[in-house]
């Protein structure tokens, strides 16, 4: 199964008009079989088979990986009888 955006040469935002306009400059070009490019119009029209296809083949990576955080933390001594009781009450 082709990429149906590479096939009818369209982006992942595309509107109904410029997925038939693709079809018809695909078959103008011929460069893949006239069946490819009706199931890829067929998949990019219908909007649970096109959710798919965006599944399937994404237009390009959208996150991106994290960089990493120095975090300078000094802890003093802490007594614990200086803690209050009710201090954890909150979380309840």
């Known amino acids: 199964m082709n990429n149906p955006y ?3 040469e369209v982006s992942q935002n595309a509107t109904k008009k410029e997925i038939i306009k693709g079809k018809m400059l695909a078959m103008k ?3 893949f079989s006239l069946q490819d490019i009706q199931m ?3 998949q990019l029209l219908n909007p649970s088979k ?3 296809a965006d599944f399937m083949y994404p237009s390009r ?3 991106k990986r994290p960089k990493a955080v120095k975090i300078n933390v000094t802890l003093k001594n802490i007594n614990i009888e200086d803690i209050p009781v009710d201090v954890f009450d909150s979380i309840k």
């Open 6 to 8: 590479e096939v009818l």
């Open 29 to 31: 070009k011929r460069k």
């Open 40 to 42: 890829a119009e067929k």
């Open 50 to 52: 096109r959710l798919i």
């Open 61 to 63: 990576i959208k996150a």
